[in-house]
């Protein structure tokens, strides 16, 4: 009988949880609602190539591209059945979003409690998912990214219900889903391959059932591929976007930013930084939680008092705890870099655990079988976050990738603190301090989703407003980006180019760009060339030729026409001439029309 209201309550709560994790994820999307993303840096891509598909273009044959094909499909797909616009996009991304918080909350059952659970997604949809930059989950710098995301988290699911319950099924729908990971974007090719040979060697499928996970692995990506080919697509397009995606990996610009922006690559500067930031979280983080378990210890000792804690004293002393909280421990909580040591530290829990396993084990490979299946699964999810990872593994920067790399790390973080430590510190209470991790992460989720909430109604406040959605923005750019759009519609133009960014106004007026050019940042003119873009400018000269002053800053330089594409800028001089200049505060826009039209 006890058991079953243990059950009952347990239940309960989960549902509490889930409803309340739900209701969060709706009523933020209502608050971001077209607040999430910018105008000018890569988003108006992501609208701009499905359009663009839809019109007949190829990707890779007429669209350059450096995605999967399938995450654009997928949107034109979706242009067909709900029209061209931005809240079609904006749809899909909040529907994804919330495929993903409920994957990763299935997945941390695995592993900890409910109410561990909760502390974790509440802390991923602040601090990622509503991310007011690019790196959001809803209006991202590419769709690609966060369908390939939700189909890996799948995949991870369901290969961890595979080494629980055994069944095959399990397995073959674990393939599926990476495959799909896999054509949207190529982030967590490391993984498919791990998992591949998971299947082989560590918890083998039987032959039949191997090969069927394996067509299911590359059956949406067969069909994906197949389908551009059969609009045109040659082999000849894939080898030279192939070749330009090589030169733009290796390109100077690139290597510098993965290795100051993303932490792909070792830097010993940002190495000791981060260090310096581990102390930092945890030395802070151990006064604020030591008060909070004190606190919370006390309220549980009724044997310290002469009378039962009744309910209205518990409210009285918490409220009285919020007054003398050291808020100050946290005031800054909520800045890019606070967890840029995560990657490496689930790297030390999993040589930890390693360690510790061959130790019980005796050093000796064939009595590892005998572990938990708690401890497999956990171990499992340490390399998996880990593979995942790689691309932030020096440096997680919630500003650039890491909120795509963040929630498995930091599951792997918080179920060894809130799950490991107090079953082997016995001392420790293990309630208390679940619910102790539980409000200090709490708190800091609420000062991410604060912060975010202030960008968004301090400086996105302008809307920038077109038959085919709005979103909003600085004043700054959207003054001038709005009279460009307002002067171009009543134009009677077959195309024109924004140079270096800004393709959202092509989406938006509805007239088409160049699709190889319609984004030049210095990466790309880099694997261009300058001179070959010029040489493609002479022959296509289009209608206009729109200039902005977008800051280029992170790449190393100004902006285009001071110590950027130079060549490029002459050609337009040359044969365009400025038409109208629209301006506001640091930003400029220039429409160039062409000469003698």
């Keep these: 009988m006890n058991n079953s209201k243990l059950k009952i309550e347990k239940n309960f709560w989960e549902i509490v949880f889930l409803f309340f994790i739900s209701f969060l994820y709706i009523i933020l999307g209502i608050v971001f609602w077209g607040r999430q993303g910018h105008i000018i840096v890569d988003c108006g891509r992501e609208l701009y190539i499905p359009s663009a598909m839809l019109n007949g273009y190829v990707l890779y044959k007429d669209i350059f591209n450096i995605y999967g094909p399938l995450s654009y499909q997928i949107n034109a797909l979706l242009y067909i059945f709900f029209g061209e616009n931005l809240n079609t996009l904006l749809f899909a991304g909040f529907c994804n ?59 991870v699911l369901f290969l961890v219900y595979y080494v629980k319950y055994s069944k095959s099924e399990f397995a073959i729908l674990s393939c599926f889903f990476i495959g799909i990971s896999i054509a949207t974007k190529y982030e967590y090719y490391l993984y498919c391959v791990f998992l591949i040979f998971f299947l082989i060697f560590f918890k083998p499928l039987k032959i039949k059932n191997f090969c069927l996970a394996f067509l ?25 976007t192939w070749s330009l995606i090589q030169k733009l990996f290796y390109s100077s610009m690139t290597q510098s930013f993965y290795t100051e922006m993303t932490g792909l690559f070792f830097d010993k500067e940002i190495f000791f930084a981060n260090l310096q930031r581990f102390w930092q979280f945890w030395s802070n983080a151990s006064l604020t939680l030591f008060i909070i378990y004190f606190f919370l210890w006390l309220m549980k000792r009724k044997e310290l008092f002469n009378f039962n804690i009744s309910l209205n004293i518990k409210i009285a002393l918490s409220i009285l705890f919020f007054f003398i909280f050291p808020f100050n421990l946290i005031n800054n909580v909520s800045h890019e870099f606070l967890f840029s040591w995560l990657p490496l530290s689930a790297l030390c829990i999993l040589l930890f655990l390693l360690g510790q396993s061959f130790w019980k084990a005796k050093y000796k490979l064939g009595n590892l079988k005998r572990l938990l299946i708690d401890q497999k699964i956990f171990i499992l999810l340490s390399i998996i976050s880990l593979l995942s990872a790689l691309k932030a593994l020096f440096f997680l920067n919630l500003r650039v990738y890491g909120t795509f790399t963040f929630p498995l790390v930091f599951l792997v973080n918080f179920v060894f603190i809130c799950e490991y430590i107090p079953n082997n510190i016995k001392r420790l209470d293990k309630r208390v301090w679940q619910i102790s991790w539980l409000i200090f992460f709490l708190f800091v989720g609420s000062a991410f989703s604060m912060k975010y909430f202030q960008n968004s109604y301090e400086k996105n406040i302008s809307a920038f407003q077109s038959e085919k959605g709005t979103i909003y923005g600085d004043e700054d750019i959207v003054s001038p980006m709005s009279s ?20 959202i106004l092509n989406f938006f007026t509805n007239i088409p760009s160049h699709n190889k050019y ?14 070959k873009v ?53 930003f400029i826009l220039y429409i160039a029309k062409k000469k003698g039209s």
């Design 97 to 155: 979003g919330f495929l993903i918080i409920i994957t990763l909350y299935l997945i941390s059952k695995t592993v900890t409690s409910a109410i561990n659970c909760f502390g974790f997604i509440f802390l991923v949809i602040c601090s990622c998912i509503y991310s007011t930059w690019i790196c959001n989950y809803i209006f991202p710098y590419s769709y690609s990214i966060v369908y390939s995301l939700s189909s890996f988290l799948l995949s």
């Design 216 to 240: 299911a692995m590359i059956f949406l990506p067969s069909i994906s591929v197949s389908i551009l080919f059969l609009q045109g697509l040659k082999l000849q397009d894939c080898i030279d």
């Design 484 to 503: 460009a759009y307002k002067y171009l519609k009543e134009k009677s133009i077959k195309n024109f180019l924004v140079i270096p960014e800004g393709v």
């Design 518 to 531: 319609y984004y030049l940042i210095p990466q790309c003119v880099e694997i261009f060339g300058e001179e």
């Design 534 to 586: 010029v040489q493609d400018l002479e022959q296509w000269l289009p209608d206009y030729i729109i200039l902005n002053n977008r800051d280029l800053s992170e790449y190393g330089y100004s902006y285009i026409g001071k110590d950027f594409a130079l060549k490029i800028f002459k050609f337009i001089t040359e044969n365009y001439t400025i038409e109208k200049k629209f301006t506001k505060g640091y």
